[in-house]
């Protein structure tokens, strides 16, 4: 799942609820979520585990306008999610 907005003033903690709601309603519970919040320069990544009560995680903030530049961590962690989906 993913949340994205090409507002600048959108935030991150404003896209949280939002992707927590759509993530508790996975239609596979024995599976962990996934889920992203991207608002075009920031990405956010979420694990949602559900229990009782459930858990979630979020990475770091990863931007990519940094001069680090953290598109390629973000890109290397899109490609593990994306070998999780085909797996399961």
Do not use: C, W
């Not at 508790?24 to 990405?43: K, V």
């Not at 990544?45 to 229990?51: I, M, P, R, S, T």
């Amino acid at each position: 799942m993913a949340i994205e907005s090409k507002k600048a003033a959108f935030s991150i903690e404003a896209g949280l609820a939002q992707i927590l709601t759509y993530m508790l309603g996975n239609p596979h519970p024995e599976q962990p979520s996934y889920g992203t919040i991207a608002t075009g320069g920031s990405f956010v990544f979420l694990k949602l585990v559900k229990g009782e009560p459930p858990q979630y995680a979020t990475s770091k903030v990863f931007i990519t306008r940094n001069p680090g530049n953290e598109l390629y961590d973000v890109l290397r962690i899109l490609q593990r999610l994306r070998q999780i989906a085909i797996n399961n």
